[in-house]
């Protein structure tokens, strides 16, 4: 069991560009949840997704911004024309549907220049 | 105000010492969580609490219902020991978890 893997580990875009974050949860988990974590501050969540569906979008800002998890491979964050005040640590977790073993991935660093 | 206030936010000790962190929260939870962070690093789980106290190694986490609060305890700490400690928690099933600022804590040796 390969635990919450999260991919590219390091991401650099310039201002404009798209970033692409993958989450792949644990094996057995169906709950997928995105949070950002920005330069000296604490972790916020954005985003909480089952198979299909967004459960919840609260925290995600309304423009450039979408998350999806479709019934076959990994979840994905979406940034369109990044800027550089998206540079953040991005983590995911996930957890199976009794919400016990919840699970972080190692986290994207994402860098805009 | 936030929902889950953790203190202190920076510690200092020495190699050795008994290390407490304090965390208290405002809202119905069904779970509280003990998050480590080391610079630059990735989030372990360390404890899961809904109630009654926990132990792992070193590590002892402990949770007060009635009074929401809950302390992580770090016995004997060592170097290997700085990091982050994050307190969250999950208001029902399974919910976003909702965090503290953390505590910023540097055991010299």
């Known amino acids: 069991n390969a635990g919450v893997m999260q991919n590219p580990r390091h991401l650099v875009r310039r201002r404009g560009q798209e970033a692409r974050l993958r989450c792949s949860p644990m094996?057995?988990?169906?709950?997928v949840y995105w949070y950002r974590q920005l330069p000296e501050e604490g972790l916020k969540f954005m985003v909480y997704?089952?198979?299909?569906?967004?459960?919840?979008e609260s925290g995600m800002p309304k423009e450039r911004f979408s998350a999806e998890f479709p019934k076959e491979g990994p979840s994905i964050l979406r940034i369109q024309q990044v800027v550089r005040g998206d540079s953040a640590a991005y983590f995911c977790?996930?957890?199976?549907?009794?919400?016990?073993?919840?699970?972080f991935g190692s986290g994207t660093r994402l860098t805009v220049v | 105000k936030n929902e889950v206030e953790q203190s202190p936010q920076n510690l200092t000790a020495q190699e050795g010492e008994f290390i407490t962190i304090n965390c208290s929260y405002s809202?119905?939870?069904?779970?509280l969580h003990w998050l480590q962070q080391h610079p630059g690093g990735g989030i372990v789980s360390l404890f899961m609490?809904?109630?009654g106290k926990k132990k792992h190694g070193r590590l002892i986490a402990t949770i007060n219902i009635q009074e929401k609060h809950s302390s992580l305890h770090i016995t004997a700490s060592h170097p290997r020991d700085s990091a982050v400690y994050i307190c969250?928690?999950?208001?029902?099933?399974?919910?976003?978890?909702?965090f503290g600022k953390g505590t910023r804590l540097s055991v010299i040796a």
């Open positions: 977790a996930s957890s199976p549907e009794t919400g016990d073993g919840y699970t």
């Open positions: 969250a928690v999950r208001k029902s099933g399974n919910t976003p978890l909702v």
């Open positions: 094996k057995g988990h169906s709950h």
């Open positions: 809202v119905g939870i069904s779970a």
């Open positions: 997704l089952q198979k299909e569906n967004i459960i919840d």
């Open positions: 609490l809904s109630s």
